[in-house]
């Protein structure tokens, strides 16, 4: 099995991805913003959708009201207008 916290970011034609250690492709070419594992989760985003990606590929889609503050999508999704507007 490959563990997601050994996965580099792959970057290539303005999308990101996952190699493992042996540069096998884990986490396919297809997101916009992808952060490495941390405690065996990504945060990414695809198109609109975003949350949390798990080394097996498997997303866990969020809202933005999921979306804390500290987490690093917070930032992306405030310059996209998605968060930060409440009071």
Known sequence: GTNGDYASPLHYNGKKGM???QGNIVIPL???FLT???NGQASFMRGEVFGRLLPD???VSMTAEEVSTDDPLYPL???LGLTGTQE
């Open 57 to 59: 590929g498997t997303e």
């Open 77 to 79: 999704l405030w310059r």
């Open 19 to 21: 190699i493992d250690t």
């Open 30 to 32: 297809q997101y916009d």
């Open 36 to 38: 490495p594992f941390e």
